[in-house]
């Protein structure tokens, strides 16, 4: 009597706290899910490849990739098309898409996020020691660092005059600390 009850009752508590955690999902990851199918349907083909390679300028490289997910981003860039330009625009495209699902995500996913940024904020971090020990300016440093390694502490690198003060400064109030 009492003891069926007993496992009866546990049986039911397990399989609806199974249940919810089946049907809650989309609750947190479900968007961020959606999202990253989103971006690998965008990802180029084989057959967007092969029009790519067929390609003799630039500018004709803009028309093939006007039929793809990446069509408008050299949209309003004048002609000639630069190298350079095209790799700015990429960047720029990678990192808008990048905080856009990290600022949908939530916890796992977010901090495996930030864990892909730490890498190219060590990169920025590198760069600015090396750029100060070579009395660069850090302001002309701060341009050429990645986008996906920038961090609000960042801004007061800018204020460090020697090594001693970067130092001090990237080991006690940036993220990798």
Do not use: W
């Amino acid at each position: 009597g009492e003891l069926e009850n007993m496992e009866y009752i546990e049986y039911i508590t397990s399989f609806f706290s199974l249940q919810g955690n089946l049907s809650t999902f989309n609750i947190n990851d479900g968007f961020s899910e959606a999202i990253l199918r989103g971006f690998k349907k965008g990802i180029l083909r084989k057959g967007d490849y092969s029009n790519l390679e067929q390609c003799d300028a630039l500018d004709d490289m803009r028309m093939h990739l006007s039929s793809t997910d990446y069509g408008d981003f050299l949209q309003n860039e004048p002609s000639p098309l630069h190298t350079v330009t095209i790799a700015e625009k990429c960047t720029e495209k990678l990192v808008a898409e990048f905080d856009y699902l990290r600022s949908q995500s939530f916890a796992p996913l977010t901090k495996f996020l930030d864990y892909i940024t730490y890498g190219y904020m060590i990169d920025n971090i590198v760069l600015l020691i090396t750029g100060t020990l070579h009395d660069r300016k850090l302001e002309e440093l701060v341009d050429k660092c990645h986008p996906l390694g920038m961090f609000e502490e960042m801004k007061t690198l800018v204020s460090c005059h020697n090594m001693k003060d970067l130092y001090n400064t990237v080991l006690v109030d940036t993220p990798l600390a």
